[in-house]
C-alpha cells in the first residue's frame, strides 16, 4: 500500500531500528518508547485491522511472537510484558496496518503503574 507507512517500513523506505525479521513479519522499535524495548510487530502483507486478517497470515505472524518476545526480554531484561493490539479509532489505533506492541514491563520504575 503506497500510503502506508509501515509499508515503506517493511520496503525501506523509512528506516527503523529492526528487532527482528523473517519471511512473514519484521519487528522493530516504536518510535515512541513507552518503556525501553517497546516494540512493534507487523505481517509483511498490508492488513489494516484484526478483522483484515486471514487465517494463513494469522497463524506465520502469531506463530513469530513468542520467538520475538523472547529476543527482547533477552536484549532488555524486562521483568513483564505487556502484549496488545489495537483495532479502529476508537480503540486507539492510529496507524491501519496491523501490528501489535510488545512492551517490556520494569516494575514500578516503568511508569505505567
Ligand atoms: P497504534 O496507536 O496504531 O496502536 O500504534 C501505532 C504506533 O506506531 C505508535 O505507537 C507510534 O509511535 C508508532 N509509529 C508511528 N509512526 C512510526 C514510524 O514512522 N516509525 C516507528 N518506528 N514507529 C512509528
Ligand atoms: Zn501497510
Do not use: W
Not at 500510503?3 to 519471511?23: L, Q, R, Y
Not at 507487523?42 to 513468542?66: C, G, Q, W
Amino acid at each position: 500500500m503506497t500510503d502506508c507507512i509501515f509499508c515503506k517500513i517493511i520496503n525501506g523506505e523509512i528506516p527503523s531500528a529492526k528487532v527482528f525479521e523473517n519471511e512473514h513479519v519484521v519487528a522493530f522499535l516504536d518510535i515512541s518508547q513507552v518503556t525501553k524495548g517497546h516494540t512493534l510487530v507487523i505481517p509483511k502483507v498490508h492488513k489494516e485491522n484484526l478483522y483484515e486478517m486471514d487465517a494463513e497470515t494469522a497463524r506465520s505472524y502469531f506463530e513469530s511472537v513468542p520467538e520475538i518476545a523472547r529476543a527482547i526480554k533477552a536484549e532488555f531484561d524486562p521483568i513483564g510484558m505487556n502484549l496488545i493490539n489495537n483495532n479502529g479509532e476508537q480503540a486507539g489505533q492510529t496507524v491501519f496496518h496491523f501490528h501489535s506492541h510488545l512492551i517490556p514491563r520494569y516494575g514500578e520504575g516503568d511508569g505505567l503503574g
